[in-house]
């Protein structure tokens, strides 16, 4: 993977499990052996999985005891967020554009 691909938040979310991690971590921070409990991979795949997501800025961790906790990074979420609506902001104006176009009876 490219570190152009690490960084890239729609990288991160077109895997599966990535998104499984993210659905998880939607419901509260998690430790990595709390994530692994849940998913058919093992931890140190778990690990390798919130690395990414941590490079591409949707989930972030802190120290807790000997662990690392995970949560949902609410800026990189956003992010997402502002991106997709962009892409449905333009979706809307050109649908508009094609329903207003005058048909050839009404030429």
Avoid at 34 to 42: C, G, M, N, T, V
Avoid at 43 to 61: C, E, M, N, T, Y
């Amino acid at each position: 993977m490219t570190t152009y691909q690490a960084a890239d938040p729609w990288h991160a979310i077109a895997d599966g499990t990535r998104r499984s991690i993210m659905r998880r971590l939607a419901t509260g921070p998690c430790a990595v052996g709390e994530l692994a409990r849940d998913l058919p991979i093992s931890r140190p795949a778990v690990s390798q999985h919130l690395k990414v997501l941590k490079s591409a800025g949707l989930v972030s961790d802190r120290a807790h005891g000997t662990r690392r906790v995970y949560q949902l990074n609410p800026e990189g979420l956003e992010t997402l967020r502002a991106e997709l609506d962009r892409f449905w902001t333009q979706a809307l104006v050109d649908f508009k554009d094609i329903v207003e176009q005058p048909t050839q009876e009404e030429r």
